[in-house]
T-cell receptor, first 113, second 115 residues
Framework: TQLLEQSPQFLSIQEGENLTVYCNSS?????LQWYRQEPGEGPVLLVT?????EVKKLKRLTFQFGDARKDSSLHITAAQTGDTGLYLC?????????????FGKGTLLTVNP | NAGVTQTPKFQVLKTGQSMTLQCAQD?????MSWYRQDPGMGLRLIHY???????DQGEVPNGYNVSRSTTEDFPLRLLSAAPSQTSVYFC??????????????FGPGTRLTVT
């Protein structure tokens, strides 16, 4: 079983601060996805990283895939109250099970005004 | 496109009752999955399907059945509801066209309470 450990589990910060969320595993993934979920809704895909060492930017969000494709990070610059939500990382396995995702337990981010 | 739709939005069952959670997608995606989400547990895979007529078990399949008679629909059946099945259930679909990524599109969820 491939496991993804997310940290921290909870994060409460003030608007304007920077933060980083981590997603770590001992397994290699063919790709890693980051989702954001708001209360009462399903997760929505933010980004997919595929290549080891890849960095993707989505406005104030920066996503990085580790060189060995075992870990990833999400960095938010100058957080806004609209960034509040549950952030989930999910890894797609190698080989024939690429379509099956393993999810981390999530990081609940609260950005206070 | 409506994307992934789920019904009902909320449901309360008594222990021992059975019911079917409906899921449909209009994106012609091959892959469909059912997850449950519990506090502190993240999303756990119940069952999945790689195409019509093909289903397989995920991480927590006990107490649930699925079938996939069409590409569009993937219902989840609770055979005899138990309080441990109180959870939020999400259906998701993805396409094989982007083999490197398999991004999943989620429905809005069904909040189930078993008393």
């Amino acid at each position: 079983t491939q496991l993804l450990e997310q940290s921290p589990q909870f994060l409460s910060i003030q608007e304007g601060e920077n933060l980083t969320v981590y997603c770590n595993s001992s397994s290699v993934f063919s790709s890693l996805q980051w989702y954001r979920q708001e209360p009462g809704e399903g997760p929505v895909l933010l980004v997919t990283v595929v290549t080891g060492g890849e960095v993707k930017k989505l406005k104030r969000l920066t996503f990085q895939f580790g060189d060995a494709r075992k870990d990833s990070s999400l960095h938010i610059t100058a957080a806004q109250t609209g960034d509040t939500g549950l952030y989930l990382c999910a890894g797609a396995g190698s080989g024939g099970s690429n379509y099956k995702l393993t999810f981390g337990k999530g990081t609940l981010l609260t950005v206070n005004p | 496109n409506a994307g992934v739709t789920q019904t009902p939005k909320f449901q309360v069952l008594k222990t021992g009752q059975s019911m079917t959670l409906q899921c449909a997608q209009d994106m012609n995606h091959e892959y469909m999955s059912w997850y449950r989400q519990d506090p502190g547990m993240g999303l756990r895979l119940i069952h999945y399907s790689v195409g019509a007529g093909i289903t397989d078990q995920g991480e927590v399949p006990n107490g649930y059945n699925v079938s996939r008679s069409t590409t569009e629909d993937f219902p989840l059946r609770l055979l005899s509801a138990a309080p441990s099945q109180t959870s939020v259930y999400f259906c998701a679909s993805s396409s094989s066209l982007r083999r490197s990524s398999y991004e999943q599109y989620f429905g809005p969820g069904t909040r189930l309470t078993v008393t």
